[in-house]
């Protein structure tokens, strides 16, 4: 603390105000504290997008603090000069909100315009400073488009926005002011100042003289500021950096588009006494000021909707009778004790914390989508209670697991509850409009995503600012490849081939390093709903999104946990789609009505069938590491589902305690709980939290309650971890968080090794991590698919065909996996494909008919047409052409799907058929010489495609084939060269060494071990490929590359018997699939004549579909 | 991005053109890549075409990377056509270009095979034999007709020719009938050789060679104003003028002269090449004399009428003077100053030849507002020049040896230096305008932790 001058600090842009702040909310908010301000206004321009977090980074200051102010920068489309404004009170706030809103409404996204109009319509309750513009800068404003007001013809009384004059010279600028605070005076007379700052331009003192003058005739006070846009002088380098990434120049060429000194600072206040000294008086102004300022965002009282409660009733009651109701549905026979026990319980916990209406409103929610026959499930900590269950939010029987709620639902706290849910994906929006329908625009938003600069991002960007060619700022870029949130590393630049003392590469990655997690943009929240019952815009605007109709407001799920408004999140998942139509097919088909809630459980054949990791398509069980844990796990009930699928996940893993797990699963180890000494507690404290995983921890709230229990962590404090490890926001407090987490366990007698891995798990969760009622959640759908899968494949695979894009697998894997279990899988036919796939009746069952979607290529709008004119059938080519009059090009592609068989045979004939017909879209080309009418023609029959090239062309049509595998074709090649196929690896023996070749479906390279998993495909099967990091630096190119790719090394086989072929070597064999083009007669292959300057088709470069690639 | 054109080498580790670039550099981090630069590479192709005039004047472009030479009449000149295609290809690789040639009736049959038999020369009439076995790639058709002909079975031109022509006009086209006959040797079509490029150009040619220097500048002078007619009616204007003399035993000689803006005013090109012959130190030698003499405008750009007003005048006749002693001393002796952007004093302007100057949007500093005195002199000192101070009541200061007593003081004027510039950094500077008690204004700047003052410069 310094000296004993009063001094608030009102013109602070933050790094809200994209690429000019160059300081977080945070570091401003500390420094003001550090100063020992009176107080400090955050005033980004046209936004209040940063002021949650400056409220967080104030709440968490415990000694005394500078009064923290609420305001924004007014910064006007019509060359009004800046305005702060800072609401008074909680209604002027509201109206701030308002007018931002508004401002962002008739803009496009990301953008706010305001015209003066606008702040003398919304001005009641504001506190304006008036900030003249500092000569010879501009002040950024878009260029006018007249377009704005169009917008307004629409909004009642709203002023229009006059185009700014364009004299801009210093005396111009003096009248504007003096004739703006004459205006704003008589309007807002006492609420009014005139901001000052003394940015040393040589003459700062007469310019004060000069203000001083216009202040006194106008009768307004004058106002201290620096106008500042860091918190510290360091900070000039990066502010200059984000000054130039937003003019888009380099520094050599920025110039005075930078500021000519590092002066605008939070200073200390005796220093702005000093600077102020002929005017002390301004210094003054700044405490009273801050004064009159009676509101905190504490004040936002948030409430929820109260649409769905029936008037005459409270929440609560309407709460009530809504679940005795919903129990007496989902238990015809009787609603189970333990369940009864359970709902009443839970629905006095929700009266106690007055939740009910959260409840309430989630459950109007899921009352839309069941209207409309959308699949839905809950999830998310409060989601698997018994409430929810019998409200129809989940299906997860609370009599099958239990769950403890008020576990989720922290009583201390005042939290509200977490429910996510999960909608088909293809038809969230219908749902979200329902629900914008339903509260209105001003009621309903989504949330905002910050988008912050990444490593990548950072440093092209700064790469571009000091001028370093693109080629060096790939390469530095590139060195972090995955790795998020982390910064940039020497050895990363390195990686680059780059010299991390070249002075201009030190500097760029320093500054891209400053860079990272700076805010660079808002997008909306990919579902979080914030709901209220007054209206939203007066708490936080509200902002077009760039999708047409979505709305978002400025503050992401962060700021709305600090403020504590309840968000429900609307998300969509593809595996509800998929099951959602694989029960409409099974309707159809076999006239079975199915929902989520009704598919017969714990049924032994659907568990043999996953213990046998035939899981392809399955929900969340189908990922390679999951296949591999299905053996080991051998789930045989709902609750070994729910383990295996929070199993195989960064936490467990990260902690190792995967292996302890299935140990003493499969009885190999002893099942015994760690325990503190003696002295410490009762040996048996850890019983109660890790029973059901037989003593390891694996979900995330056993990670936590392991802290209360063992380390004895306050519930704020564990919650506090678990915050921290989701958003690596500082290394500092990880580190404290992990000795007193350590630190605490072993000084209770806990063994250290114990302690570390507990806390590595924890870590682990952090970005990933699954609570138990998350899994549970997750397991149901996992069940319900694998259930189809096992009774109803044709239609399983149907409705994962039509749900793609989804999961780990091609369509050609999907088709493969069908066939295997049994189902006739038919080609695309013009006459009997739809769109979709669909399911024909066949001997002994349904078989498949793939759609015409398969094709690639093939617009959905023609299928369209082709089956509207269909009618019964098409007798010939002709005939198409005739009737749908289908553009030549949907034709051309018909013809190489070879969907034409059940009118001709011969694939080639139909296609050169097809070539002569004219073009119904009348391309001028053809135009003269076609008649409508074509004589009949006799051919020369054309070369006999042979069978490797129609698999060829059906790979490159539908990206699969039913013919056979293109690998056939190759088996002797590889034979002869001593290649065993997939099949054989499955079945090598443990340590053999074996030379593998496949088609490459999936690269995998989960978490920065920097290991790769392959999985490669032939006519036997697949085979499962382990890159250990060493040799994926040498192999790097093959391993990238291939699109089929030969892998020696050493079988691998685990006693449940995992087989895994670790590399240690590849190479890449890509160019032997040119071979199965090739004619007998052997026209020579183009790229071997001419080294590669032939331009390809499109089709001929993708000779194979692109392998699936996770990183 | 992709790839548009790959070394051997990288061909080798299997990248190809058309390959998106994040693709191959996941396969090789270390790639390195350079931007694709149409223009250039069709430059470079011109500049060989231009090589290639010395065997046929009949050459044109097949962009991207091929030239055709019709070298009807010319190949016996060069030992018959095998040996000119191995000359010219082996010259050409000299150079440093991978070539690939062929020769054939036609130019579509030569290129098809240039691209896949390499050297070939085909006897007249044997464009079917030879063509027959080659991929359909090598006609260079559209790839969608092409991945169709494939797709079909038919994969050699040969296979192609076998079908009827009706049914491949009916699929794809008179246009690829044609283009195969042509490849076939079964009709002509003549190259299109490459036009120079349109010009600005005027000549005299004397029956008896002309040696006085009047007579030269006469001649220039008329010459200029033909040109300056050619030009008018193109609206355009010379930047570069380039008098060629060609001397009666055969050597030429080239002057040229710049201008600072788009010219056409046959009195002004006359005066400016008056005053580069003056000016030459090697000074034209007409030896036997010359017996042409060429005008040629070698850079021109649009001129647009002159400007109206007097300021338009006055600017005209600057850039006269300009030019005109540009002509005489060299442009790069005449200068002026430019505005540069930046907040440090010392580089805030800098000096360029004048006939270039016109280039830069930028305007100076506003270094004063009205009514009020200038924030920065007008000159700054070469360096700045150390001052002691002592610092009491008033400021004084010792600047060669005069102490200063400073009456008046403003500032400071803090300017922070280029912090990327240096390898260290620099002092934060503050200057300060000051007038002394005997009205002298100065200005000086302070730096560094224990203070270091310059004085910059001095207020007029």
Same mark, same amino acid.
């Given at each position: 603390m310094s000296g004993t001058v009063a001094y608030a600090e009102l013109a602070v842009t933050t790094n809200y105000s994209f690429l000019r702040g160059a300081s977080h909310p945070r570091e401003l908010v500390e420094t003001a504290a550090r100063h020992g301000y009176a107080a400090i206004g955050i005033a980004d321009r046209n936004t209040l997008a940063g002021v949650v977090r400056a409220h967080a980074a104030w709440q968490e200051i415990e000694d005394e603090k500078p009064k923290l102010l609420i305001g924004a920068r007014l910064v006007f489309a019509d060359g009004t000069p800046d305005i702060l404004a800072y609401p008074a009170d909680k209604a002027a706030y509201g109206r701030l909100c308002r007018m931002l809103s508004t401002g962002k409404l008739r803009a496009p996204k990301g953008e706010c315009v305001l015209g003066l109009g606008d702040l003398l319509r919304w001005q009641e309750g504001l506190l304006l400073v008036v900030m003249p513009p500092q000569p010879g800068r501009t002040q950024g404003v878009p260029p006018f488009k007249k377009t704005w007001n169009n917008y307004l013809a629409e909004e009642e009384g709203g002023g229009g926005i006059q185009p700014p004059k364009p004299e801009n010279n210093l005396r111009a600028n003096f009248e504007e002011i003096q004739s703006l605070i004459r205006k704003l005076v008589s309007i807002a007379p006492g609420r009014v100042w005139l901001g000052v700052s003394m940015p040393h331009r040589g003459d700062d003192l007469r310019r004060l003289c000069k203000w001083q003058r216009v202040a006194r005739a106008a009768s307004v006070p004058l106002l201290a500021t620096n106008d500042v846009l860091y918190h510290a002088p360091e900070r000039r380098a990066l502010q200059d950096v984000v000054t130039c990434i937003r003019e888009h120049v380099a520094l050599n060429d920025a110039g005075r588009l930078l500021e000519a000194n590092a002066e605008r600072h939070l200073k200390p206040p005796d220093e702005m006494m000093k600077l102020f000294a002929s005017a002390p008086d301004a210094i003054a102004q700044t405490v009273r000021f801050a004064d009159r300022? &009676?509101?905190?965002?504490?004040?936002?009282?948030?409430?929820?909707?109260?649409?769905?409660?029936?008037?005459?009733?409270?929440?609560?009651?309407?709460?009530?009778?809504?679940?005795?109701?919903? %129990?007496?549905?989902?238990?015809?026979?009787? *609603?189970?004790?333990?369940?009864?026990?359970?709902?009443?319980?839970?629905?006095?916990?929700?009266?106690?914390?007055?939740?009910?209406?959260?409840?309430?409103?989630?459950?109007?929610?899921?009352?839309?989508?069941?209207?409309?026959?959308?699949?839905?499930?809950?999830?998310?900590?409060?989601?698997?209670?018994?409430?929810?269950?019998?409200?129809?939010?989940?299906?997860?029987?609370?009599?099958?697991?239990?769950?403890?709620?008020?576990?989720?639902?922290?009583?201390?706290?005042?939290?509200?509850?977490?429910?996510?849910?999960?909608?088909?994906?293809?038809?969230?929006?219908?749902?979200?409009?329902?629900?914008?329908?339903?509260?209105?625009?001003?009621?309903?938003?989504?949330?905002?995503?910050?988008?912050?600069?990444?490593?990548?991002?950072?440093?092209?960007?700064?790469?571009?600012? !000091?001028?370093?060619?693109?080629?060096?700022?790939?390469?530095?870029?590139?060195?972090?490849?995955?790795?998020?949130?982390?910064?940039?590393?020497?050895? /990363?630049?390195?990686?680059?081939?780059?010299?991390?003392?070249?002075?201009?590469?030190?500097?760029? +990655?320093? %500054?891209?390093?400053?860079?990272?997690?700076?805010?660079?943009?808002?997008?909306?929240?990919?579902?979080?709903?914030?709901?209220?019952?007054?209206?939203?815009?007066?708490?936080?605007?509200?902002?077009?999104?760039?999708?047409?109709?979505?709305?978002?407001?400025?503050?992401?799920?962060?700021?709305?946990?600090?403020?504590?408004?309840?968000?429900?999140?609307?998300?969509?998942?593809?595996?509800?789609?998929?099951?959602?139509?694989?029960?409409?097919?099974?309707?159809?088909?076999?006239?079975?009505?199915?929902?989520?809630?009704?598919?017969?459980?714990?049924?032994?054949?659907?568990?043999?069938?996953?213990?046998?990791?035939?899981?392809?398509?399955?929900?969340?069980?189908?990922?390679?590491?999951?296949?591999?844990?299905?053996?080991?796990?051998?789930?045989?009930?709902?609750?070994?589902?729910?383990?295996?699928?929070?199993?195989?996940?960064?936490?467990?893993?990260?902690?190792?305690?995967?292996?302890?797990?299935?140990?003493?699963?499969?009885?190999?180890?002893?099942?015994?709980?760690?325990?503190?000494?003696?002295?410490?507690?009762?040996?048996?404290?850890?019983?109660?939290?890790?029973?059901?995983?037989?003593? +390891?921890?694996? !979900?995330?709230?056993?990670?936590?309650?392991?802290?209360?229990?063992?380390?004895?962590?306050?519930?704020?404090?564990?919650?506090?971890?678990?915050?921290?490890?989701?958003? #690596?926001?500082?290394?500092?407090?990880?580190?404290?968080?992990?000795?007193?987490?350590?630190?605490?366990?072993?000084?209770?007698?806990?063994?250290?090794?114990?302690?570390?891995?507990?806390?590595?798990?924890?870590?682990?969760?952090?970005?990933?991590?699954?609570?138990?009622?998350?899994?549970?959640?997750?397991?149901?759908? %996992?069940?319900?698919?694998?259930?189809?899968?096992?009774?109803?494949?044709?239609?399983?695979?149907?409705?994962?065909?039509? &749900?793609?894009?989804?999961?780990?697998?091609?369509?050609?894997?999907?088709?493969?996996?069908?066939?295997?279990?049994?189902?006739?899988?038919?080609?695309?036919?013009?006459?009997?494909?739809?769109?979709?796939?669909?399911?024909?009746?066949?001997?002994?069952?349904?078989?498949?008919?793939?759609?015409?979607?398969?094709?690639?290529?093939?617009?959905?709008?023609?299928? $369209?047409?082709?089956?509207?004119?269909?009618?019964?059938?098409?007798?010939?080519?002709?005939?198409?052409?005739?009737?749908?009059?289908?553009?030549?090009?949907?034709? *051309?592609?018909?013809?190489?799907?070879?969907?034409?068989?059940?009118?001709?045979?011969?694939?080639?004939?139909?296609?050169?058929?097809?070539?002569?017909?004219?073009?119904?879209?009348?391309?001028?080309?053809?135009?003269?010489?076609?008649?409508?009418?074509? /004589?009949?023609?006799?051919?020369?029959?054309?070369?006999?495609?042979?069978?490797?090239?129609?698999?060829?062309?059906?790979?490159?049509?539908?990206?699969?084939?039913?013919?056979?595998?293109?690998?056939? #074709?190759?088996?002797?090649?590889?034979?002869?060269?001593?290649?065993?196929?997939?099949?054989?690896? $499955?079945?090598?023996?443990?340590?053999?060494?074996?030379?593998?070749?496949?088609? +490459?479906?999936?690269?995998?390279?989960?978490?920065?071990?920097?290991?790769?998993?392959?999985?490669?495909?032939?006519?036997?099967?697949?085979?499962?490929? *382990?890159?250990?990091?060493?040799?994926?630096?040498?192999?790097?190119?093959?391993?990238?590359?291939?699109?089929?790719?030969?892998?020696?090394?050493?079988?691998?086989?685990?006693?449940?018997?995992?087989?895994?072929? +670790?590399?240690?070597?590849?190479?890449?064999?890509?160019? /032997?699939?040119?071979?199965?083009?090739?004619?007998?007669?052997?026209?020579?292959?183009?790229?071997?004549? %001419?080294?590669?300057?032939?331009?390809?088709?499109?089709?001929?470069?993708?000779?194979?579909?692109?392998?699936?690639?996770?990183? | 991005m992709r790839l548009t054109a790959v070394d051997r080498k990288a061909t080798s580790l299997g990248l190809y053109v058309g390959q998106p670039l994040a693709n191959a550099r996941a396969m090789l981090p270390a790639l390195k890549v350079m931007a694709a630069n149409e223009p250039a590479d069709l430059k470079l192709l011109e500049r060989i075409a231009d090589w290639c005039d010395g065997f046929t004047p009949f050459v044109a472009l097949d962009p991207p990377r091929g030239l055709l030479l019709d070298v009807t009449g010319a190949a016996h000149l060069f030992g018959g056509e095998q040996a000119m295609l191995g000359r010219l290809c082996a010259s050409l690789q000299k150079q440093g270009f991978k070539v690939r040639g062929a020769l054939a009736s036609t130019a579509t049959a030569a290129r098809a095979l240039a691209r896949c038999q390499d050297g070939t020369v085909v006897p007249p009439g044997g464009e079917a034999a030879s063509l027959a076995p080659l991929p359909i790639e090598a006609l260079n058709l559209d790839p969608v007709t092409t991945h169709a002909f494939r797709r079909a079975g038919l994969k050699t031109i040969g296979q192609m020719a076998s079908r009827g022509r009706a049914e491949l006009t009916a699929r794809f086209g008179a246009q690829l009938v044609f283009t195969l006959d042509h490849a076939l040797g079964q009709t002509e079509k003549p190259i299109s050789p490459r036009l120079p490029l349109p010009d600005y150009c005027a000549e005299r040619r004397f029956a008896e060679p002309v040696v006085t220097q009047d007579t030269i500048l006469s001649t220039l002078a008329s010459l200029a104003a033909s040109l300056s007619e050619v030009l008018e009616r193109h609206g355009e204007g010379a930047r570069r003028l380039e008098a060629v003399f060609f001397r009666a035993d055969g050597t030429v000689r080239h002057i040229a002269v710049e201008t600072g803006s788009p010219t056409r005013e046959p009195a002004v090109i006359a005066l400016l090449f008056r005053e580069k012959l003056d000016a030459l130190a090697d000074p034209i030698d007409p030896g036997f004399g010359f017996d042409l003499i060429r005008l040629a405008a070698s850079r021109a750009e649009r001129c647009d009428a002159a400007g109206f007003g007097a300021d338009a005048k006055e600017k005209k006749e600057i850039r006269f003077l300009v030019d005109r002693l540009a002509a005489r001393f060299g442009s790069h002796r005449i200068l002026s100053f430019q505005p540069n952007d930046t907040h440090i004093p010392e580089a805030a302007f800098v000096a360029v030849p004048a006939q270039y100057a016109e280039a830069s949007k930028l305007s100076w500093e506003k270094i004063r507002e009205a009514r009020e005195a200038p924030r920065r002199p007008l000159r700054l000192l070469a360096s700045p020049e150390p001052v002691t101070v002592q610092q009491g009541e008033k400021l004084h200061f010792r600047w060669r040896h005069v102490l200063h007593v400073a009456a008046h003081l403003e500032g400071p004027e803090r300017i922070a230096m280029e912090w990327w510039r240096h390898q260290t950094p620099q002092p934060t500077r503050d200057y300060f305008r000051v007038e002394d008690e005997e009205g002298r204004r100065f200005w000086l700047y302070r730096e560094g932790e224990t203070p270091r003052w310059f004085l910059h410069g001095m207020f007029a």
């Amino acid at each position: 603390m310094s000296g004993t001058v009063a001094y608030a600090e009102l013109a602070v842009t933050t790094n809200y105000s994209f690429l000019r702040g160059a300081s977080h909310p945070r570091e401003l908010v500390e420094t003001a504290a550090r100063h020992g301000y009176a107080a400090i206004g955050i005033a980004d321009r046209n936004t209040l997008a940063g002021v949650v977090r400056a409220h967080a980074a104030w709440q968490e200051i415990e000694d005394e603090k500078p009064k923290l102010l609420i305001g924004a920068r007014l910064v006007f489309a019509d060359g009004t000069p800046d305005i702060l404004a800072y609401p008074a009170d909680k209604a002027a706030y509201g109206r701030l909100c308002r007018m931002l809103s508004t401002g962002k409404l008739r803009a496009p996204k990301g953008e706010c315009v305001l015209g003066l109009g606008d702040l003398l319509r919304w001005q009641e309750g504001l506190l304006l400073v008036v900030m003249p513009p500092q000569p010879g800068r501009t002040q950024g404003v878009p260029p006018f488009k007249k377009t704005w007001n169009n917008y307004l013809a629409e909004e009642e009384g709203g002023g229009g926005i006059q185009p700014p004059k364009p004299e801009n010279n210093l005396r111009a600028n003096f009248e504007e002011i003096q004739s703006l605070i004459r205006k704003l005076v008589s309007i807002a007379p006492g609420r009014v100042w005139l901001g000052v700052s003394m940015p040393h331009r040589g003459d700062d003192l007469r310019r004060l003289c000069k203000w001083q003058r216009v202040a006194r005739a106008a009768s307004v006070p004058l106002l201290a500021t620096n106008d500042v846009l860091y918190h510290a002088p360091e900070r000039r380098a990066l502010q200059d950096v984000v000054t130039c990434i937003r003019e888009h120049v380099a520094l050599n060429d920025a110039g005075r588009l930078l500021e000519a000194n590092a002066e605008r600072h939070l200073k200390p206040p005796d220093e702005m006494m000093k600077l102020f000294a002929s005017a002390p008086d301004a210094i003054a102004q700044t405490v009273r000021f801050a004064d009159r300022i &009676a509101f905190s965002l504490d004040q936002l009282e948030y409430n929820y909707p109260d649409e769905p409660v029936p008037p005459g009733k409270t929440a609560q009651q309407h709460l009530e009778d809504l679940s005795w109701e919903g %129990a007496a549905t989902r238990y015809p026979g009787g *609603v189970p004790d333990k369940v009864r026990a359970a709902l009443t319980k839970e629905l006095r916990l929700i009266g106690e914390m007055r939740i009910a209406p959260y409840f309430l409103t989630v459950h109007d929610i899921v009352g839309f989508a069941r209207r409309r026959n959308i699949l839905c499930q809950g999830r998310g900590s409060a989601a698997n209670s018994a409430v929810c269950y019998v409200l129809g939010i989940t299906a997860v029987d609370p009599m099958q697991i239990d769950l403890l709620f008020e576990r989720f639902v922290s009583r201390e706290r005042k939290e509200p509850p977490d429910i996510d849910v999960d909608f088909e994906h293809e038809r969230r929006e219908e749902v979200i409009q329902d629900i914008y329908a339903r509260y209105g625009r001003h009621r309903a938003a989504l949330a905002a995503t910050v988008i912050c600069y990444r490593p990548r991002s950072a440093i092209r960007e700064t790469g571009k600012v !000091f001028g370093l060619t693109e080629d060096v700022t790939v390469a530095l870029a590139s060195g972090v490849w995955g790795s998020w949130g982390s910064a940039l590393k020497e050895r /990363e630049v390195r990686q680059g081939h780059l010299d991390p003392y070249n002075l201009l590469i030190a500097r760029a +990655v320093t %500054a891209a390093n400053e860079l990272i997690g700076f805010p660079r943009h808002l997008s909306q929240h990919v579902g979080g709903f914030v709901l209220t019952r007054d209206r939203l815009d007066e708490i936080v605007p509200i902002g077009p999104a760039a999708m047409e109709d979505r709305y978002f407001i400025e503050w992401d799920k962060d700021d709305i946990d600090t403020l504590r408004m309840m968000k429900v999140d609307v998300l969509a998942l593809g595996m509800l789609t998929c099951i959602r139509k694989a029960f409409d097919l099974m309707a159809v088909h076999s006239g079975m009505k199915m929902d989520l809630a009704g598919v017969p459980r714990e049924d032994p054949a659907v568990y043999d069938m996953l213990c046998q990791a035939d899981a392809v398509g399955v929900f969340q069980v189908e990922s390679r590491a999951q296949m591999n844990m299905l053996p080991r796990l051998r789930p045989r009930e709902f609750y070994d589902l729910v383990i295996e699928v929070a199993i195989v996940r960064p936490g467990p893993i990260q902690g190792d305690m995967v292996h302890p797990y299935l140990r003493r699963r499969s009885g190999q180890e002893k099942i015994d709980y760690p325990a503190p000494s003696p002295q410490h507690g009762p040996p048996d404290e850890l019983y109660q939290v890790l029973n059901k995983t037989m003593g +390891v921890p694996l !979900f995330q709230e056993q990670a936590m309650k392991l802290a209360i229990v063992a380390a004895k962590f306050t519930p704020e404090e564990a919650n506090g971890l678990r915050r921290a490890m989701a958003t #690596f926001r500082n290394v500092g407090t990880i580190n404290r968080f992990k000795e007193k987490l350590v630190g605490g366990m072993t000084a209770r007698g806990y063994e250290q090794d114990y302690a570390e891995r507990c806390f590595r798990q924890i870590e682990g969760f952090g970005s990933y991590g699954f609570p138990e009622s998350h899994a549970a959640s997750f397991a149901h759908l %996992a069940y319900v698919s694998a259930w189809i899968k096992r009774h109803h494949p044709a239609a399983f695979a149907c409705a994962l065909l039509n &749900a793609q894009p989804m999961g780990f697998y091609a369509p050609a894997e999907i088709v493969r996996d069908a066939r295997e279990h049994g189902v006739e899988v038919r080609h695309v036919d013009v006459n009997f494909s739809a769109w979709d796939n669909t399911l024909e009746p066949c001997e002994g069952g349904l078989a498949l008919r793939l759609g015409l979607r398969q094709i690639d290529g093939f617009k959905e709008d023609w299928a $369209t047409i082709l089956l509207a004119h269909r009618s019964n059938r098409y007798d010939a080519v002709e005939d198409i052409a005739r009737r749908a009059r289908l553009p030549k090009r949907a034709l *051309v592609i018909l013809a190489e799907a070879d969907s034409f068989q059940s009118i001709s045979i011969d694939r080639r004939e139909i296609l050169w058929a097809v070539h002569r017909l004219s073009d119904s879209e009348g391309l001028p080309l053809f135009d003269a010489q076609y008649v409508e009418v074509q /004589e009949p023609e006799i051919l020369a029959p054309l070369p006999v495609m042979r069978l490797s090239e129609h698999v060829l062309a059906d790979y490159q049509m539908l990206r699969l084939s039913l013919r056979a595998h293109l690998m056939e #074709f190759l088996r002797d090649l590889f034979r002869g060269e001593g290649v065993v196929s997939c099949g054989d690896i $499955t079945r090598a023996p443990d340590g053999a060494r074996a030379a593998c070749a496949g088609i +490459v479906l999936t690269r995998q390279m989960p978490g920065e071990a920097g290991v790769v998993f392959i999985t490669l495909s032939d006519e036997t099967g697949i085979a499962n490929v *382990v890159v250990w990091p060493r040799l994926v630096k040498t192999f790097r190119r093959e391993i990238m590359g291939s699109r089929l790719l030969l892998v020696e090394g050493k079988i691998q086989r685990s006693p449940e018997g995992v087989v895994h072929l +670790v590399a240690e070597r590849a190479l890449d064999r890509t160019n /032997e699939l040119e071979r199965l083009s090739e004619d007998a007669a052997g026209a020579p292959s183009m790229r071997s004549l %001419a080294g590669g300057h032939i331009h390809r088709h499109p089709r001929n470069v993708r000779v194979i579909p692109k392998s699936r690639d996770f990183h | 991005m992709r790839l548009t054109a790959v070394d051997r080498k990288a061909t080798s580790l299997g990248l190809y053109v058309g390959q998106p670039l994040a693709n191959a550099r996941a396969m090789l981090p270390a790639l390195k890549v350079m931007a694709a630069n149409e223009p250039a590479d069709l430059k470079l192709l011109e500049r060989i075409a231009d090589w290639c005039d010395g065997f046929t004047p009949f050459v044109a472009l097949d962009p991207p990377r091929g030239l055709l030479l019709d070298v009807t009449g010319a190949a016996h000149l060069f030992g018959g056509e095998q040996a000119m295609l191995g000359r010219l290809c082996a010259s050409l690789q000299k150079q440093g270009f991978k070539v690939r040639g062929a020769l054939a009736s036609t130019a579509t049959a030569a290129r098809a095979l240039a691209r896949c038999q390499d050297g070939t020369v085909v006897p007249p009439g044997g464009e079917a034999a030879s063509l027959a076995p080659l991929p359909i790639e090598a006609l260079n058709l559209d790839p969608v007709t092409t991945h169709a002909f494939r797709r079909a079975g038919l994969k050699t031109i040969g296979q192609m020719a076998s079908r009827g022509r009706a049914e491949l006009t009916a699929r794809f086209g008179a246009q690829l009938v044609f283009t195969l006959d042509h490849a076939l040797g079964q009709t002509e079509k003549p190259i299109s050789p490459r036009l120079p490029l349109p010009d600005y150009c005027a000549e005299r040619r004397f029956a008896e060679p002309v040696v006085t220097q009047d007579t030269i500048l006469s001649t220039l002078a008329s010459l200029a104003a033909s040109l300056s007619e050619v030009l008018e009616r193109h609206g355009e204007g010379a930047r570069r003028l380039e008098a060629v003399f060609f001397r009666a035993d055969g050597t030429v000689r080239h002057i040229a002269v710049e201008t600072g803006s788009p010219t056409r005013e046959p009195a002004v090109i006359a005066l400016l090449f008056r005053e580069k012959l003056d000016a030459l130190a090697d000074p034209i030698d007409p030896g036997f004399g010359f017996d042409l003499i060429r005008l040629a405008a070698s850079r021109a750009e649009r001129c647009d009428a002159a400007g109206f007003g007097a300021d338009a005048k006055e600017k005209k006749e600057i850039r006269f003077l300009v030019d005109r002693l540009a002509a005489r001393f060299g442009s790069h002796r005449i200068l002026s100053f430019q505005p540069n952007d930046t907040h440090i004093p010392e580089a805030a302007f800098v000096a360029v030849p004048a006939q270039y100057a016109e280039a830069s949007k930028l305007s100076w500093e506003k270094i004063r507002e009205a009514r009020e005195a200038p924030r920065r002199p007008l000159r700054l000192l070469a360096s700045p020049e150390p001052v002691t101070v002592q610092q009491g009541e008033k400021l004084h200061f010792r600047w060669r040896h005069v102490l200063h007593v400073a009456a008046h003081l403003e500032g400071p004027e803090r300017i922070a230096m280029e912090w990327w510039r240096h390898q260290t950094p620099q002092p934060t500077r503050d200057y300060f305008r000051v007038e002394d008690e005997e009205g002298r204004r100065f200005w000086l700047y302070r730096e560094g932790e224990t203070p270091r003052w310059f004085l910059h410069g001095m207020f007029a």
